[in-house]
């Protein structure tokens, strides 16, 4: 373990912005990572794990402290479910491909989803009709000043819309080291209802009892004609939440655009896509710099190559006030913001 200076992290946030940590350390267990938490010169520390869900907007003034933790366990298996704990530092999509071969079902509709293992219960992630709180059962933590060892059971969590504790009560107070989750063996309940999945699968005729494997393959294939790879164009997925507004407000706005997508959330309340009101207040596509809109998903901010943190930000704000102007609603973003 060896603290390096002045270390560009272009190749660890998948915005791709090329800031520095003035100090940083990779951390490959969690004996590394409670002596890392014990070095008192550096009182404040920066977690960086798959870097997929932040924008830095400046050099970091903290100890950078890489999450590299690597393992995946089977706790117990029977013919019908398997409980599998995980390292924080695993690759998200590598796991569920991991998933997919070896017939774990659950997560299959998450595949392609940036980022590591450890983070998604930060935001608990989402995608065509599952989240994955569904299938997490435990998250194992450490206090980032004690380095005890915390176990939150999934009620614990209080998961949301990309929400979870860890984003509130417990923001920066503990780091994820482990994931556990609760996967089926047999009988996998899929869930295909999402509309682009239907299709996708018809088109492969896959649809008659798709396997996993034939569900993983469409939500790759519509990820990939929509979103843009963070390997090829820098990007964070969805830069917002999708809002949710009052049956009022949503009726209201219903009336000027009738064909407007919606969900309804509840009887008093409706989420509109984001992704529409950034389309409808005609910025998808648009591009300053190298700072952009995509020009197929219009909730997925860019970086065309050497965009800085800041001017992706000024977008970002440029957005909720032509979003608010227009519609009376405001933005929230859902990437963390440095
Ligand atoms: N839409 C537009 N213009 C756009 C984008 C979307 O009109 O530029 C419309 C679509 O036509 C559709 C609706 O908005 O009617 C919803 O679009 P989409 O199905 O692409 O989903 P989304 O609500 O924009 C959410 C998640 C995504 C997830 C998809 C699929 C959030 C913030 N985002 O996006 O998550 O992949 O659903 O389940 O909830 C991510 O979090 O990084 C992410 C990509």
Known sequence: MKIQQNISLKNFNTFGIDVKAKNYVSVQN???????????????????????NMLLTKDVEQLVVHLNCKGKEIISKNDEVVFVKVAAGENWHDFVLWCIENDFGGIENLSLIPGNVGTCPIQNIGAYGVEV????TEVE??????????????EECTFGYRNSIFKNELKNQFIITNVIFRL??????????????????EKNKTSENPTIKNISDAVIAIRQSKLPDPK????????????????????KIQKDFPTMPFYEVSETETKIPAGWLIET???KGKRFG?????????LVLVNYGNATGKEIFE???????????????????EVNIY
């Open 315 to 333: 977008l970002a704000q440029k957005i909720q006030k032509i979003v608010l102007e227009k519609f009376s609603i405001s933005l929230e973003m």
């Open 290 to 298: 190298d700072a952009g809109v995509h020009t197929k998903q219009a």
């Open 133 to 136: 709180k569904d299938v997490i």
């Open 30 to 52: 969690l004996e590394e990572l409670k002596e890392v938490l014990r070095l008192s010169d550096f009182s404040e520390k920066f977690i960086l794990s798959g870097g997929s």
């Open 184 to 201: 089926s063996t047999k009988n996998h309940q899929t869930k295909i209802s999402y509309g682009a999945i239907q299709q996708k699968l």
């Open 232 to 251: 090829e164009i820098g990007n964070s997925g969805s830069f917002f939440k999708n809002p949710v507004v009052s049956r009022e407000q949503f009726l």
């Open 281 to 283: 207040a005609e910025y």
């Open 141 to 154: 933590a450490m206090h980032s000043k004690t380095g005890e060892i915390r176990v939150f059971t999934n």
